[in-house]
């Protein structure tokens, strides 16, 4: 048994040494500034997402994007968002995880380049509730012809 130890360390340097880049390659990843469309479209988040805990939900909804109000009504939206709430309970922090743009940047890859009218862009919030504890919050974020990002989708997991 004690011959494997040796053997056991040097599998365990080799892992840690095989880790480290990308543990490197990680802390890049997270450093890296945001865009100014990421910006923007997590502060429209934000105003949109404090709406819904002032249990504000008429005010969302005319908040939200021209496809939102297709595809639901404000009935249906006072309604099933007034429930699913209730069921999480107030939030006790937030805080923005991740911003990308569905489908890529625009142009060529280059964020910095600006969105044009009808991107799409997905931010994940690590929420936590009162009732639900931890969750994230999917919003799909649409950037519409006034030259604002607005909510077109919700969705709490």
Same mark, same amino acid.
Do not use: D, R
């Given at each position: 048994m004690t011959a494997n130890v040796p053997r056991l360390r040097r599998r365990r340097v080799?892992? $840690?040494l095989a880790l480290l880049p990308l543990c490197a390659l990680a802390a890049i990843a997270q450093a890296q500034p945001m865009s100014p469309d990421q910006r923007a479209a997590i502060g429209? $988040?934000?105003r949109w997402l404090a709406r819904v805990d002032a249990q504000r939900y008429a005010d969302a909804w005319a908040m939200g994007a021209e496809s939102?109000?297709?595809d639901v009504d404000r009935k249906q939206w006072n309604d099933g968002i007034r429930d699913l709430r209730r069921e999480y309970g107030r939030v006790v922090s937030r805080k923005a995880e991740k911003a990308a743009f569905v489908g890529g940047a625009p142009e060529g890859g280059d964020a910095a $380049?600006? $969105?044009?009218?009808g991107a799409e862009m997905s931010i994940l919030f690590d929420t936590r509730f009162a009732r639900r504890k931890q969750a994230t919050e999917?919003?799909?974020?649409v950037l519409e012809r006034d030259g604002l990002w607005r909510v077109a989708g919700y969705h709490i997991q």
């Open positions: 080799a892992l $840690a429209a $988040a934000e939102f109000k297709k $380049a600006g $969105a044009t009218t999917e919003m799909i974020m």
